[in-house]
């Protein structure tokens, strides 16, 4: 049996895993845990959005690992609250659970609060079709 994890933990899990991979170097792989179902996931995500990646700021490394943040601009906001635009942070190093988004290309994204702002990354992917979350935010 598969043990839930507090929605609390899962917030802090990301910023957490970040820094604790620059501590471990680059031979860390990233590791995720799908969630048990859509409902729960979007339960413990702030904001979901399907959105466009309008621009990509890449900073300066933290820790030794490398972030982004991007501008999303909103096709459709599934959960959350409702704006044109999203200025959201993320890992750029795949092997650290860090993602790279495109300009021009639409993505779906769920994201959490942490340190006063909002991430993503590998784990927080869509794991399941986008009317399950939608049903699920119906539901809530």
């Given at each position: 049996?598969?043990?839930?994890l507090r929605p609390w933990f899962r ?87 860090g993602v790279e988004f495109r300009p ?37």
């Amino acid at each position: 049996m598969q043990r839930r994890l507090r929605p609390w933990f899962r917030l802090l899990a990301f910023p957490a895993a970040l820094g604790a991979a620059a501590l471990a170097g680059a031979a860390l792989a990233c590791s995720c845990v799908r969630p048990d179902s859509a409902a729960d996931q979007l339960q413990d995500a702030e904001l979901m959005i399907v959105a466009t990646a309008a621009e990509v700021r890449r900073l300066p490394a933290e820790d030794g690992v490398r972030l982004a943040d991007t501008r999303f601009t909103v096709t459709r906001t599934i959960k959350g609250e409702v704006r044109r635009n999203w200025w959201i942070r993320h890992g750029r190093d795949s092997p650290m659970c860090g993602v790279e988004f495109r300009p021009g290309q639409e993505y779906v994204i769920l994201a959490h609060r942490a340190e006063g702002r909002l991430w993503t990354g590998l784990c927080s992917r869509a794991w399941f079709p986008i009317e399950e979350y939608e049903r699920a935010a119906a539901e809530s």
